[in-house]
Nanobody
Framework: QVQLVESGGGLVQAGGSLRPSCVGSESTFRIYAIAWYRRAPGKQRELVGTISIGGRTNYADSVKGRFTMSRENSKNTVYLQMNNLTPEDTAVYYC??????????????WGQGTQVTVSS
């Protein structure tokens, strides 16, 4: 089981940027596909994006063109670059591993989440 720790959230004005990161506790993190999810107040959890072992990414339509995932395997870290943020992006953001790209199912390991708040 890998432990995941997110950081890098915060408060930003609309149009601003943030870059949360997700660090895995073990080197096996490097062989996992990773997903970022978010949960906004009063809403269901939403899949934001995924990144494969080789770095191929996919994004929800709501963030496509604004968010970019990347990974630095030497540091067991995945990043979520978020640009042009809007108040609708306000949520707690979670990383998840290992994400199944074949089935679209989340894995068993979740971080504690990092809060992103976008003011208008």
């Amino acid at each position: 089981q890998v432990q995941l720790v997110e950081s890098g959230g915060g408060l930003v004005q609309a149009g601003g940027s943030l870059r949360p990161s997700c660090v895995g506790s073990e080197s096996t993190f490097r062989i996992y596909a990773i997903a970022w999810y978010r949960r906004a107040p009063g809403k269901q959890r939403e899949l934001v994006g995924t990144i494969s072992i080789g770095g191929r990414t996919n994004y929800a339509d709501s963030v496509k063109g604004r968010f970019t995932m990347s990974r630095e395997n030497s540091k067991n870290t995945v990043y979520l670059q978020m640009n042009n943020l809007t108040p609708e992006d306000t949520a707690v953001y979670y990383c998840n591993a290992p994400f199944s790209l074949a089935t679209g199912r989340a894995g068993d390991n979740w971080g504690q989440g990092t809060q992103v708040t976008v003011s208008s």
